[in-house]
T-cell receptor, first 118, second 116 residues
Framework: AQKITQTQPGMFVQEKEAVTLDCTYDTSDQSYGLFWYKQPSSGEMIFLIYQGSYDEQNATEGRYSLNFQKARKSANLVISASQLGDSAMYFCAMREGYGSGNTGKLIFGQGTTLQVKP | DAGVIQSPRHEVTEMGQEVTLRCKPISGHDYLFWYRQTMMRGLELLIYFNNNVPIDDSGMPEDRFSAKMPNASFSTLKIQPSEPRDSAVYFC??????????????FGAGSRLTVL
């Protein structure tokens, strides 16, 4: 069965520094997608970045990058140059399937709370 | 694009009452998901639809919960009768399989339900 594990309940980072949020996953499927979402204190869920299991390059979106290590089944989120507005809960998620064959069903980890210090 | 629209944003009700949560997905999206978020259980998938057809409802807690999608632009999640343990934030999300097959979910703002 699918499982997403985020082992860091809470993290602190100094403003302007980089931070890595850990995510490991477990699946028997060869085709899957990995996602990161941000949930600020206002409660909305904001999509940050996506990595497909067949994508050879690590995904990047602005200050966000996904460190994808397939053999280790890890998909860590790296935020560069942290800003105060990055303080939020971050969720790693996985979906089995890829392309038109994907199930659409997204399973979330428990989340990591990030606090950026000025 | 107005995004995924959920109503009501907040609902406070008494135990035993019927609760109906509503969702309007993004136009053109063919998947719709209902999630529930609590401190204890995190984000749980309750049910999802593809082209208005329920695909997987294995996350629906019990028969008190039901969901419908009568057309591509509207879905409801109903709890009858409600219980205090149903208190949570209920999210609706929609998606469309893109060129990369990412099927990125766009979430609504959520409906915060409190059952007294």
């Amino acid at each position: 069965a699918q499982k997403i594990t985020q082992t860091q309940p809470g993290m602190f980072v100094q403003e302007k520094e980089a931070v890595t949020l850990d995510c490991t996953y477990d699946t028997s499927d060869q085709s899957y997608g990995l996602f990161w979402y941000k949930q600020p204190s206002s409660g909305e869920m904001i999509f940050l970045i996506y990595q497909g299991s067949y994508d050879e390059q690590n995904a990047t979106e602005g200050r966000y990058s996904l460190n994808f290590q397939k053999a280790r089944k890890s998909a860590n989120l790296v935020i560069s140059a942290s800003q105060l507005g990055d303080s939020a809960m971050y969720f790693c998620a996985m979906r089995e399937g890829y392309g038109s064959g994907n199930t659409g069903k997204l399973i979330f980890g428990q989340g990591t709370t990030l606090q950026v210090k000025p | 694009d107005a995004g995924v629209i959920q109503s009501p944003r907040h609902e406070v009700t008494e135990m035993g009452q019927e609760v109906t949560l509503r969702c309007k997905p993004i136009s053109g999206h063919d998947y719709l998901f209902w999630y529930r978020q609590t401190m204890m259980r995190g984000l749980e998938l309750l049910i999802y639809f593809n082209n208005n057809v329920p695909i997987d409802d294995s996350g629906m807690p019990e028969d008190r919960f039901s969901a419908k999608m009568p057309n591509a632009s509207f879905s409801t999640l109903k709890i009858q009768p409600s219980e205090p343990r149903d208190s949570a934030v209920y999210f609706c999300a929609s998606s469309l399989v893109g060129n990369r097959g990412a099927n990125v979910l766009t979430f609504g703002a959520g409906s915060r339900l409190t059952v007294l």
